[in-house]
């Protein structure tokens, strides 16, 4: 079984800054990709980030440049921290885990972000 607990989301004006954790328990192993989502309201999930064991990352071409992906092995847990938020930021953003390719396997309950123009 695999937990995997969002923190973090909240409320910011444009211009801002915020980061959302994600702490994952359970069966869970260090070679694991490691992602973020987000959904807003009437749109369809979509993918925001992930990070690979070997450290490296991919973004969505929306984010790039304004968003990192980390990851803290010794502590599980991944965060994603969100710089130069716009209103169309804003979403609910879902921590996923998965193998290094192919199907993502677990998702969080999600953090809801939202960022005031």
């Known amino acids: 079984q695999v937990q995997l607990i969002e923190s973090g989301g909240g409320l910011v004006q444009a211009g801002g800054s915020l980061r959302v954790s994600c702490a994952a328990s359970?069966?869970?192993?260090?070679?694991?990709?490691m992602g973020w989502f987000r959904q807003a309201p009437g749109k369809e999930r979509e993918f925001v980030a992930a990070?690979?064991?070997?450290?490296?990352?991919n973004y969505a071409d929306s984010v790039k440049g304004r968003f990192t992906i980390s990851r803290d092995s010794a502590k599980n847990t991944v965060y994603l921290q969100m710089n130069s938020l716009k209103p169309e930021d804003t979403a609910v953003y879902y921590c996923?885990?998965?193998?290094?390719?192919?199907?993502?396997?677990?998702w969080g309950q999600g953090t809801q972000v939202t960022v005031s123009s």
């Open positions: 359970g069966r869970i192993f260090s070679s694991d990709r």
């Open positions: 996923t885990r998965g193998p290094p390719y192919g199907t993502w396997l677990h």
């Open positions: 990070i690979w064991s070997t450290g490296g990352t």
